[in-house]
């Protein structure tokens, strides 16, 4: 392989570079002279068996289409001018507005989106227009000091038909023309047409639906909706609830317009007593065990209501000392003043009882300056909140549980939503002219035959309904696990029962796993520490007593999912050393939990579990016929309430072609929320530091020194167009898809990877297919009449939704036939080396995702979020230092490390 600098062919790996490099700022990058346009669909498939099914999808019609929304800029700010930042005062305040000012407004009904976005059908009587609205409710006004009576009542003059009660805020709202929309861009839509407003209009429409459900008092969650109903709830233990409710947004598709309706879930804080929340979210007995420090990262920003006076707060914080001692000034009518405790305030002054507040912090509903605090059994947390951090192994399997339902009950309840949830009586739809009709969709599908599986000796796998497994059977690759030694943070697991049964079900699927050389405990002095020491305490043991490094190491952990070990212990072993490591928690131990980690365990030091046999011929079309990279790219991003946190990109890339089975993968960060990578391609002087670089050389070096004359890329993204359901179900479509929604993966991010190829050899020329593959999705089949799943290999696309599906080709100058392009897909969810059962979505997308969460958990987030403005280059124009990750070993680089 030629470089851009003239360097021999024969080109060794990159080294690691040093931290703090400035990678490339995203506006730099070269867009093509002519922009790329999507590629036109040639086709449909043909292959498989007839299959007659119905999605969650609802016809839409359209009886007006002559008149416009107009969209309005909403400026919303307190009567000093300061801008509002309260979530969810913007609903109230457009709502009284509409209320105060209906004739000044055209008597015209809204549809606002609860931030900035104002939506009416035809014009409102000015393009700008201004409002003072005062908004009476006590729940959202200003908190007394304390519990204190009247001395923060907020000064200001009459309104109109506004009598100013004791406790009220006043707000300023500027509406602001900003577009006209043609609603006939949704009857374009009804076509299976798609103009340049279709998207706009049918955002309007979504909004509509929001709306609809705020009134009702739901929770909103993008386009899913939760109603404050018991029987909805889900207890899951920790104080955590899962909360289902339903998913319903139009879609554009190729026969029209639908409403997709779905099952959705979300988490949410247990309602009632912040003590017992408390109490079951530490997982303790007594409040007098409580840690404080955890409970004020857990209880801020949360919402309560006060007893005796049922004022709505939100938390901000705790006193620093006991309520007992909490002492505050009271203004008495006289205009003396007071220092008295808080406690003695509720009790003396207010004649009430506390039981158990006196020696545990207050809550505290002021402000910085000027604190309000309440005990804390006068507080209860309010319903439908939502629970943003990871739930633990336990709530995660229970959630699983008892949200199962079967295909028939989930056609009944989708049914019953659409009936209750009454679209018909919504204003603003009435006056679209939109009707929704009550039946599911029918839609026609094809049943691809699965590809068939090799294992070792020979041997064929037999899949059924896209599982299998390995009774009696040994891996294709089998490797060998030596030189190794098992490191327990667990103190409960028996740790030498593991190590025997482990070393029993390796021989059984001809993995010889030597008997490990040692099995470290944790010092039990150590378990109270910070993660980051308790890891380099071990370290310590296994560097003092090891002969020499080790190849492999078991890490047993007390929790897999939520554990504060995990992060620092792959950052050690992945990045410091270049050992191979797997980590496990194990609860119940039998022969699949066994082959399941021996699985990963057999990949990581880079074994093959099985191939497909087209694999093996080699017979896949067209990749088999020239070397051929397969790419998958995903960005992870930091979780809600964490915007400062960096986003982290990964690639994964096919090696040792004619295989499709084996991959590796390189990660960068960049800037917190950012989805289109920007590290692909990142030159310095003579080289070029980018993501890419390192996955062609490595293709290259793995497969007989020969240069990928095809790139095929799988990019996922959360737009969509080509849709595997459950279990290797899959949708195909292309037509009705916004170009501007996928014009910076087809013109900035194909555009830098092409350069890179270009700066390993100007002569080069591959030929490029890029799909784009949609991370989730609402899109459901079901079989009717009949009470089973849809079979695995499933394909639809003749009538499939263009928004809600999985896969779009943007562009292919490889050339593959509908046919073609569906099988290279399906196979591909076939070669998931963690699993016996073919995934939902291409494994080198799945792997990319597990690349980016497991190496973005080298740093801690709250470690991150406190040094990442001192740290690292810029990502992109304008953007702070993005802290960078350290690069992994050259001993593990290569490897499937993130099975």
Known sequence: MESHNGE??????????????????????????????????????RKGQQIKLITNHFKVSLMKAEDFFYHYYVNLKYEDDTPVDRKGSGRKVIEKLQQTYAAELANKDFAYDGEKSLFTIGALPQVKMEFTVVDEDVSTGKTPANGSPGNDSPPGSDRKRVRRPYNTKTYKVELSFAAKIPMSAISQALRGQESEHTQEAIRVIDIILRQHS??????????????????????????????????????????????????????????????????????????SMIDWAKAKRSLKNLRIKTSPANQ???????????????????????????????????????????????????INVGKPKRPTYFPVELCSLLPLQRYTKALSTLQRSSLVEKSR????????????????????????????????????????GRVLQPPKLKAGNGEDIFTRNGRWNFNNKKLIRASSVEKWAVVNFSARCNVRDLVRDLIKCGGMKGIMVDAPFAVFDENPSMRRSPAVRRVEDMFEQVKTKLPGAPKFLLCVLA??????????????????FGIVTQCVAPT??????????????????????????????????????????????????????????????????????????????????????????????????TDDDGLIRECLIDFYTSSGKRKPDQVIIFRSVIILNFLFAN??????????????????????????????????????????????????HHTKFFIPGKPDNVPAGTVVDN????????????????????????????????VYQRSTTAISVVAPICYAHLAAAQVGQFIKFDEMSETSSSHGGHTSAGSVPVQELPRLHEKVRSSMFFC
């Open 727 to 776: 279990l290797s179900n899959f949708l195909y479509g292309r037509d009705g898809v916004s170009e501007s929604q996928f014009n910076q993966v087809l013109n900035i991010e194909l555009q830098q990877i092409i350069e890179a190829c270009k700066f390993l050899d100007e002569k080069w020329n591959p030929k490029f297919t890029l799909i784009i593959a949609q991370k989730n």
């Open 588 to 685: 119940r131990v039998n022969d699949q939990y066994l082959t399941n980690v021996l699985l990963k365990i057999n990949a990581k030091l880079g074994g093959l579990n099985s191939l497909l046999q087209i694999e093996t011929s080699p017979a896949i079309p067209l990749v088999s016929k020239v070397p051929t990279i397969i790419l998958g790219m995903d960005v992870s991003h930091g979780s809600p309430g964490h915007s400062d946190i960096p986003s982290v990109a990964a690639v994964v890339s096919s090696r040792e072609w004619p295989l499709i089975s084996k991959y590796r993968a390189s990660v960068r960060t960049q800037s917190p929320k950012m989805e289109m990578i920007d590290s692909l391609f990142k030159p310095r002087e």
């Open 312 to 362: 709505e707060q939100k938390i901000v914080g705790l006193s620093d000392r006991p309520c007992r001692e909490q002492l505050f000034t009271l203004k008495h009518k006289n205009g003396e003043s007071e220092e008295i405790t808080v406690f003695d305030y509720f009790v003396k002054n207010r004649g009430i009882k506390l039981e158990y507040s006196g020696d545990l912090p207050c």
């Open 405 to 444: 339902q079967k295909p028939q009950e989930r056609m009944s309840v989708l049914s019953d939503v659409l009936q209750r949830s009454n679209y018909d009586a919504e204003p603003m739809l009435k006056a679209c002219g939109i009707t929704i009709a009550r039946n599911f969709i029918e839609v026609d």
């Open 8 to 45: 021999a062919d024969d080109l060794p790996p990159p080294p690691p570079l040093a931290a703090g490099v400035e990678p490339l700022k995203a506006d730099e990058t070269k867009m093509p002279l002519k922009p790329r346009s999507l590629v036109q669909r040639n086709g449909f498939g």
């Open 214 to 287: 705020a009134k009702q008092g739901c929770l909103l969650v993008r386009q899913s909706f939760f109603h404050n109903n018991p029987s909805n709830f889900v207890d899951l233990g920790g104080g955590v609830v899962g909360c289902r409710g339903f998913h319903s947004s139009f879609r554009a598709t190729q026969s029209g317009l639908s409403l997709n309706i779905d099952v959705s879930t979300t988490m949410i804080v247990k309602p009632g007593p912040v003590i017992d929340f408390l109490i079951a979210n530490q997982k303790v007995n007594d409040p």
């Open 799 to 830: 009538k499939g939704t263009t928004r809600p599906t999985h896969y779009h080709i943007l562009h292919d100058e490889i050339g593959f036939n509908p046919d073609d392009l569906q099988e290279l897909v399906h196979s591909l969810s076939y």
């Open 559 to 576: 929790e897999r999912k939520n554990s504060d070990i995990y992060g620092p212990w792959k950052k050690k072993c992945l990045a410091e």
